[in-house]
């Protein structure tokens, strides 16, 4: 049997097992105002976009409004209008600083459809290649990423700085 290290998990696994975790991730990252620690890579007005810690593929980041509500019905419209722009802007700083072949973006609301912070409504934007799902992703149930997550931060907090 092979064995792949994720070295990394340590300190989340034994924070959860620790009952450790913050009671939301998004609400305590944007109050925090320590963005290059909490990997918050712009902040709007009403939403802002941050990476994920567990991504997918490189440039893995969600749109996430400030207002903790579980459900789009409960968003304020502003905040969802903000976040398809900022949506766009995501996508137009990949297709430049990463040259994908195609990008996924969705939601999972509710526990039962996957959501990994039920809680907190979120936009999921990931930059896709063809061959990203290789044989480690399948068979390993690990994924490889070519990029630190800080030099994706610096990468897509000058991009998303950048006039629109």
């Known amino acids: 049997m092979d064995y792949l290290w994720t ?3 340590y300190q989340y696994m034994a924070e959860v097992s620790a009952g450790k975790q913050p009671e939301c991730i998004f609400c305590d990252a944007a109050a925090l105002h320590k963005d290059a620690e909490t990997l918050i890579a ?35 419209s502003d905040a969802l209008g903000e976040m398809m722009r900022l949506a766009q802007r995501v996508e137009k700083a990949f297709q430049t600083n990463y040259k994908p072949d195609g990008m996924n973006l969705g939601m999972n609301l509710g526990r039962a459809a996957g959501a990994g912070v039920a809680g907190h409504l979120h936009l999921h934007v990931l930059p896709r290649w063809f061959g990203d799902s290789n044989f480690m992703t399948v068979t390993g ?8 997550l800080h030099v994706t931060y610096d990468r897509l907090r000058k991009a998303l700085a950048a006039p629109p």
């Open 7 to 9: 070295p990394w998990r």
């Open 141 to 148: 149930e690990t994924r490889v990423h070519p990029e630190d």
């Open 42 to 76: 712009y902040r709007g007005a009403k939403t802002f976009v941050i990476l994920n810690r567990f991504p997918y593929t490189s440039g893995h980041v969600m749109i996430v409004p400030y207002a903790h509500v579980a459900e789009l019905n409960l968003c304020d």
